[in-house]
């Protein structure tokens, strides 16, 4: 089960999900629960409502998408291991093709959204490693211009209106695929730190960029200490929702004492100060009602 999270209204996200059949769902899910008055930070279980559609796909061959939500907070923009790139309107269910890419992204793809276009950055993802994860890092600087990291190559950013690309440093951005800068909490960028997968707020202004906030509750631990839990998949997503608040999704598996397997997503309500401490942190594990 992969997901993809993206901001449709402050109240509400944009889920997809691929099943066991490698189909891909499309859900539109209530999370204004996570910040009612009153909620704890406990962990609650609840169904996932239905699948509002469904992103069509070739049947006779394997292929992955990779998704991000457009500026609207409607369109799904996702990006296929075929080169093939589809657009999904979460209003209507109508889907249509979008641009065919010039080449396979076999390792997963950062979908980066920027004005009317769309940037497909290849992910070399192999394996998930806490103390020595892979792949590249990608972060928005500013409107017209995105960083990406490669182990070992330092980072480089690329100016949209100049197409032109730029080595920053030797450095490598500290986060774990996609960040974003919230211009509303200083300008700093938030994203999910590299080696522990929790949410952490940088600031990239300074060079290298040095990490000032870090909140650790923020990654699910409670699997890693299950003796039911089997993984985690390795890709958080997370979105601001305004007002200092944020949501991150974390999609996984467990096995019940039947050997019964059960895929899940859990998301985290994040609320923060004024003064950036954590104000609130909230825990849903919402399970698709799909075999």
């Known amino acids: 089960m992969a997901a993809a999270v993206g901001q449709r209204q402050r109240k509400r996200v944009v889920v997809v999900i691929k099943d066991r059949r490698d189909d891909y769902f499309v859900y539109n899910v209530g999370i204004s629960h996570l910040f009612q008055p009153g909620a704890g930070s406990g962990m609650e279980t609840r169904r996932l409502p239905r699948p509002v559609g469904q992103i069509d796909k070739p049947l006779a061959h394997p292929e992955a998408f990779d998704f991000a939500i457009a500026a609207d907070g409607a369109t799904l923009v996702g990006v296929s291991s075929l080169r093939r790139t589809v657009l999904y309107d979460t209003r209507s269910g109508a889907e249509s093709a979008g641009p065919e890419l010039g080449y396979r992204k076999c390792g997963g793809t950062h979908v980066t959204l920027l004005g009317p276009r769309f940037y497909a950055l290849e992910s070399c993802v192999t394996c998930y490693e806490q103390a020595n994860p892979a792949g590249e890092d990608c972060a928005l600087f500013r409107p017209s211009c995105f960083g990406v990291s490669a182990r070992d190559r330092g980072t480089y950013t690329f100016d949209t209106v100049s197409r032109a690309w730029r080595k920053e440093g030797d450095w490598e951005l500290p986060f774990h695929h996609r960040a974003l800068v919230v211009p509303d909490l200083d300008n700093l960028c938030f994203g999910l730190c590299t080696k522990n997968r929790h949410l952490v707020a940088v600031d990239i202004r300074k060079s290298p960029p040095r990490v000032l906030y870090r909140w650790e509750e923020t990654f699910p631990h409670w699997l890693r200490r299950s003796n039911k839990a089997c993984a985690l998949m390795p890709e958080g997503s997370l979105v601001y929702l305004g007002d200092g608040k944020f949501c991150i999704a974390w999609s996984g598996f ?33 399970v698709p009602g799909m075999n």
């Open 254 to 286: 467990m096995d019940d004492v039947h050997g019964h397997r059960e895929h899940f997503i859990q998301f985290i309500g994040v609320e923060l100060g004024k003064r950036m401490q954590l104000a609130k942190l909230m825990k849903v594990l919402k």
